[in-house]
């Protein structure tokens, strides 16, 4: 299966700034999808990203808050910008893992863990 | 994508066998059945896939009834090592359409 390497692994931010996160993967990958995970929560879908295209975001995240690059089949980054607050989370990015067959799953980098302060 | 009902939390002990249900009414014809595992400071992890009947790997087995209407994932003698948020996932992803997650069930194992 793939193997993400995303990084940073935890930050702590002050309000009105912003991160960059990057997601690296050991293979060529069409999708690559950002989710967010908030304390005790699920994971929530925030965007889906192809390499050559802007990226799609789901209701309730848009692109001038959470802008994402794919400049490549390996490499995505998405950017938390004017940090407060309510978007410490964990921040995990995800692709596509053909099994075989009609067989799917989907491997996720180990997270970013924010904190803004 | 077809919604799932699963427990929020279960209690086990160690050496125990582990089954968390999951209902999903709605599940439709070209719609597979997915279990992930999270655990603290970690990504999910895909634990295993079916379609009907059971299914068997080397950490779980995934039992489908006919009906298609609910799941059971089956943890044989569980170990503190898998205290875990596990999520029961249903949907067609041949597409390449991302994941859905559910609240998911909080398992935690005692010694």
């Known amino acids: 299966s793939a193997v993400i390497s995303q990084k940073p692994s935890r930050d702590i931010c002050q309000r009105g700034t912003s991160l960059t996160i990057q997601c690296q993967v050991d293979?060529?990958?069409?999708?690559m999808f950002w989710y967010r995970q908030q304390p005790g929560q699920s994971l929530t879908l925030i965007a889906t990203?192809?390499?050559?295209?802007?990226?799609?975001?789901e209701s309730g995240f848009v692109i001038d808050k959470f802008p994402i690059s794919r400049p490549n089949l390996t490499f995505s980054t998405l950017t938390v910008s004017n940090m407060s607050p309510e978007d410490s989370s964990i921040y995990l990015c995800?692709?596509?893992?053909?099994?075989?067959?009609?067989?799917?799953?989907?491997?996720f980098g180990s997270g970013t863990r924010l904190t803004v302060v | 994508l077809a919604k799932t009902t699963q427990p929020i939390s279960m209690d086990s002990y160690e050496g125990q066998e582990v089954n968390i249900t999951c209902s999903h009414n709605?599940?439709?014809?070209?719609?597979?059945i997915t279990w992930y595992q999270q655990f603290p400071s970690q990504g999910p992890r895909f634990i295993i896939q079916?379609?009907?009947t059971k299914v068997t790997n080397e950490v779980a087995s995934l039992f489908i009834p006919a009906d298609r209407k609910s799941s059971t994932l089956s943890l044989p003698r569980v170990s503190l090592s898998d205290t875990a948020v596990y999520y029961c996932?249903?949907?067609?992803?041949?597409?390449?359409?991302?994941?859905?997650f559910g609240s998911g069930t909080r398992l935690q194992v005692q010694p």
């Open positions: 995800s692709v596509e893992d053909h099994l075989g067959g009609p067989l799917y799953g989907y491997t």
């Open positions: 293979s060529q990958v069409t999708m």
């Open positions: 990203a192809n390499q050559g295209s802007e990226a799609t975001y």
């Open positions: 079916g379609y009907k």
């Open positions: 996932l249903v949907g067609d992803w041949s597409g390449r359409r991302a994941l859905t």
């Open positions: 709605n599940i439709a014809t070209n719609d597979y």
